[in-house]
């Protein structure tokens, strides 16, 4: 496999993916077709050098070489961001000590809350899976769902009203207040209010680039309102759906992938979803029949994992699937969720992923004494990774689709939403964004939460946490979704949660209780996303 060395020029990377293109077979499927085309007779010698670019073109040569020459970069640029390889000087992967120091708690925090999860179900971390362990936990599976409503009753029959464990209660190693609060706790070390006497109104306290609101209108300035969108003219222009749906067909057949990018910020037709998001995120691995092929045994492998071994966080995945599944949307999916999350927690893919937003935590032997990596991927389950696979359901009905489509996701934009850093896409900058959005725009309704005693980050930062899946409509959030993948960017996001808290602006002014502000936005189901975005950026 092909990556480009460190530091490499623009024609070392050239050559790096001219090499790589020589041993595609498609390379030498087209020199083949062009050989068989220009030895006949219609073509000279001396008009060959002039024609044979032309000729290429017509064939469709060049456009399959450019899509092929695309997912070669890709891949290159992904090898590159999964490179293990220690490197020979020390790096230091976050500029700010403060940060540093918050990420080391939250991997305190993370080992500790393993243990105790271990210990209060009893369950180590990982073991072979045998009759014996198979009963207990059908007999913890019964128990815990005996005890859904909090209550037990104890040896004299007595009901005890003892809280659910933080880990039950989320379905998850941690939920979005967990981390939210633990974001809000970081404190600049050489811009502290004690010393600068400046009370900031945001719950981050962290001073860290964002970018201005001119920037945000010229990087989505596909959104504008000029603009046709899937997702919003489908009900104002008839045939609408057929002209974008042939747009894509013919890109798809004829152009370049950057063409689909480009096309895909307005949006993408419901029926050419699954091949659009496929070709724009894994364009060489995804598509194919001999690419499926290997894609079902790979995930038969980490299937089989499953089924040979146990691990603790196999039940915290199962509650969070649980808790997904009672949403009406999502309930037909629960067994299909099982067998794409309870893989991924074995698939080694994602380690080098999960290493940029929390060190790789450890597993703990029956003494307690911290072991081998764990889990193997790295991905710690919480309270919402049900349901950001969820919605990707609709759009595949194969589980080796769903799984690879996920991971890719996952590992591309997701683990961003949990990773504390001071780099662009990390949680806190897109904390620190949506904050700063809704101050300038209206800094009424932020004064007016405050006097209440809320923060609108505690309401929007949940909605952010799971790309707004299970609170917006299923078709509002893969419209959303279709958009971050074209801009490849999840600042979207924290501008979506800004644009719905704003809309609500004048009623949350009117509100007297927090409960108030809260019941505002209890029901998301006739939101509008695309249009809200639209007025926010542009209106």
Known sequence: EECYPEGATMQQRAEVVLKALKQTTLAAKIK???????????????SLGTNLPKLMEEMGCTVKLMNCINGIQEACKERETSATVAPTLPVLDEALDSVREAKKRWRQTLQDQLKRVSVDLDVPFARLRT??????????????????????????????HDPKPSYKKEGGVFGSNTLLQHIAEIQPLNHMSCNTRILGWGMVPLEVATPSLEELISFFSGLRLTTRQCGVDEVLKEKFTEEKIRQFQSILHNGTTAELRQNSKQGVPVSMRKVVWKTLLSPLTMNGQCAKDKRDAYLHLLQQDVVKAELLLDDLVKWDIRECANDDKYFVFDDLLERVLLPLLRDPYCKPYM????????GADKGHNDVLDYPPSGVIPYQGLAALCAPLCFIFTD???????????????WVKLQTLSSKPDSAITLCKLFERLVQTFNPDVVYHCISLGMRPLELAFPWIFTAFSGYLEVDQVLHLWDRIIAYDSIQLLPLAAAAIFLWRGRCILQCDTVQDVKNLFSDCSKLQVIPLLQYFLFA
Do not use: W
């Open 32 to 46: 083949r077709e062009v050989k068989d085309e220009i030895i006949k007779s219609k073509y000279t010698t001396n």
């Open 131 to 160: 009759q014996r362990s198979e009963i207990a936990r059908h007999t913890r599976e019964v128990m815990l769902n005996d005890n859904d409503n909090g209550q037990h009753k104890d040896d004299e029959g007595k009901e005890d």
């Open 355 to 362: 290493s940029k937003a929390v060190e790789t935590l450890k």
């Open 399 to 413: 589980v080796s689709d769903v799984y690879f489509m996920f991971r890719t996701m996952f590992c591309r934009y």
